[in-house]
């Protein structure tokens, strides 16, 4: 009996087989079971049209449909079901131009990127290993399925995707197969950045990315990505035992760190990040930056937020500046006159009203930011008349 990931889809696969179609599960949830990792999305990947997929199910997402995909809902399970199909040329480096529907799995499976992740299994949990993928996992290497030369022309992303799953699974790349990528790796110039990024988020939450990093080192594909191929020393100024980084605003802020020269700002431009992800890397250069200088005080745990706080102890360790743990950041902010800006017992309206010369302007974010600053700090209690009074002796100085 299969594990209840793959029986929840059940239902999926059967529906599809009673139209008279083939449905497999396929690629990194087979992978993943083989190798008794936990399972992550389940892909099936079937001779059904997306037409016929899009009609046989209720719920369906129809993002990739002219690729094949159909993602389908089932119980709460999002599954994405693929037709087999064979890839035509990558002449935006996104996606295949046009890609061709078939009906037999073989030539599917061909067109997959390592042969780890060219395995198929029915409902049954016969296994369809066409290119020895169970045997490179034994073995634990990655290797691509046919001509590597030809396989990182067409889609030089799987450059980055080799050394990718080398960081999660901790995979040895054949010997071969990293010589290709070092003659083809200018071609990831080309690349849309977007999946780069998202390939290297990957790269760097896996468990082995120091493996990783030594391979980026080794290949010098490093001198084709943004930033890295200006500044060729940047691979090397990382620590050799870095933590798996789980998000890539702690990367970026890592980055920045041990090259300062490089602002976050620009890091996120040329990687094209989320406005979430420059939240969390400028935090997190701050409060590096600040525990430098300062060390850990009331208003670092003051300002940063329990999200941030394991990001945090990790990369302060991580550029062996000290160590700080949870427990110590929580004993100062126990000790912590107020917890939120919400607390503080004066606002904006209030400074109006005492300082009734003065126009409304700058002047007020400022002061009141100094307010928060001098009562987290202590040096001010936090009572309406004791901040109204500190304010009169000091408001010229902030300005
Ligand atoms: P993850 O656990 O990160 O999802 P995965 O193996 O499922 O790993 P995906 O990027 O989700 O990786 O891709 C699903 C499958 O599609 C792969 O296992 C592989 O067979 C195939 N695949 C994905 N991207 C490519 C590519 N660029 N070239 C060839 N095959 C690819
Ligand atoms: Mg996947």
Known sequence: MLPKTFTDALPIINKIENEGHQ???????????????????????????????????????????????????????????T?????????????????????????DLERRDFTINALAMDKNGAIIDLFNGRKDLENKVIRTVGNGLERFAEDPLRIIRAVRFSSQLGF?????????????????????????????????????????????????????????????NLVHLLPNDIPSLSSFGQVIALLHLIHPEVRVERWIKEWKCSNQMKKEALMLAWACEYYDKHGLNAWLAYSLSEYHEAGFIKLVATLKKGTVTVDEINSVRKKLPIQSKKELM??????????????????????????????????????????????????????
């Open 23 to 81: 449905a497999y599960y396929v690629g990194g949830c087979v992978r993943d079971f083989l190798l008794k990792r936990d399972v992550g999305d389940i892909d099936i990947a079937t001779s059904a049209r997306p037409e016929l997929v899009q009609k046989l199910f209720p719920k369906v997402i129809l993002v990739g449909i002219e690729h094949g995909t159909v993602v389908v809902h089932y119980e709460g399970i999002s599954y994405e079901v």
């Open 346 to 399: 004066v606002n904006g309206h209030d400074l109006i009203e005492w300082f009734p010369d003065r126009k409304q302007g700058p002047w007020l974010k400022k002061a009141l930011h100094s307010v928060e600053i001098n009562v987290v700090n202590g040096t001010v209690e936090n009572k309406t008349e004791k901040i109204k009074d500190w304010l009169k002796w000091n408001l010229q100085e902030i300005e």
């Open 172 to 232: 040895t790349i054949t010997g071969e197969t990293v010589a290709q990528m070092k003659e083809t790796k200018q071609d990831i110039e080309g690349l849309a950045i977007e999946r780069i990024t998202n390939e290297m988020t990957k790269l760097f939450a896996g468990e082995f990315v120091n493996r990783a990093l030594a391979y980026i080192r080794e290949t010098n594909i490093d001198a084709h990505l943004p930033i890295f191929k200006e500044n060729p």
């Open 83 to 107: 037709t087999f199909r064979l890839d035509g040329s990558y002449s935006d480096q996104r996606r295949p131009d046009q890609v061709e529907f078939i009906d037999r799995i073989d030539e």
